[in-house]
């Protein structure tokens, strides 16, 4: 079974320009989230998808940050227009909901590392 | 609202010998708690983790984990650290309400060293 994969794994643009950021789940994983570490700090959530669904996006940042799930499966993550302070790695995790007495263990991607100049 | 704290940011451990890697959780439910692993370049991995069964947990690679209530504490523990063992390693908090999948909340991290 293949893992999460992300893409691209390194990016590196200027202030003002435009990424997109994609991430793969594992197949048949209803939950989709996107996390961030910024350099010297925790990794942080940003926002959580169920299907197609956001669940919850209270972890983003500001309205530069648009993130999608297009019938479900894949997601991306937009950062438009990027500044310095956005620059760190941007982690996919998916997990499958197995109710209350399941397991809803994350499994994570290997991280896009966005570096904005 | 939940939180967790590793309470070294840096341990340093000779081959062969027991490593302990601290970490305090806070939590307002019943939580779900978790330690992942960062090799370098490597994504994040999962070492283990406590569900509300036994507070004593057994991992992956050696590693096994106490949850004790009383003191809020999840320390990470292997009896005998090798080389393969230096890496990042991530405490993490989870709450149940609901039983529903959720955010995870991380800890700021332990770099582990391991001397030859």
């Known amino acids: 079974e293949a893992g999460v994969t992300q893409f691209p794994s390194h990016s590196v643009i200027e202030k003002g320009q435009t990424v997109t950021l994609r991430c793969d789940p594992i197949?048949?994983?209803?939950?989709l989230y996107w996390y961030r570490r910024v350099m010297g700090k925790e990794i942080k959530f940003l926002l959580h998808f169920v299907k197609e669904s956001k669940q919850d996006e209270s972890g983003m940042p500001n309205n530069r940050f648009l993130a999608e799930r297009t019938g479900g499966t894949y997601s991306t993550l937009k950062v438009q227009p990027a500044e310095l302070e956005d620059s760190g790695v941007y982690f996919c995790?998916?997990?499958?909901?197995?109710?209350?007495?399941?397991?809803?263990?994350?499994?994570f991607g290997p991280g896009t590392r966005l570096t904005v100049t | 609202a939940q939180s967790v704290t590793q309470l070294d940011s840096h341990v340093s451990v000779s081959e062969g010998t027991p490593v302990l890697l601290r970490c305090n959780y806070s939590s307002s439910y019943s939580p779900s708690l978790f330690w992942y692993v960062q090799h370098p370049n490597k994504g994040l991995q999962l070492l283990l983790k406590y569900t509300s069964a036994a507070t004593l947990v057994k991992g992956i690679n050696g590693f096994e984990a106490e949850f004790k209530k009383s003191e809020t504490s999840f320390h990470l523990t292997k009896p005998s650290a090798h080389m393969s063992d230096a890496a990042e390693y991530f405490c993490v908090v989870s709450d149940l309400r609901g039983g529903s999948a959720r955010q995870l909340t991380f800890g700021s991290g332990t770099q582990l060293t391991v001397l030859p």
């Open positions: 995790a998916s997990s499958q909901e197995r109710g209350l007495a399941g397991s809803y263990e994350q499994y």
């Open positions: 197949s048949g994983h209803d939950n």
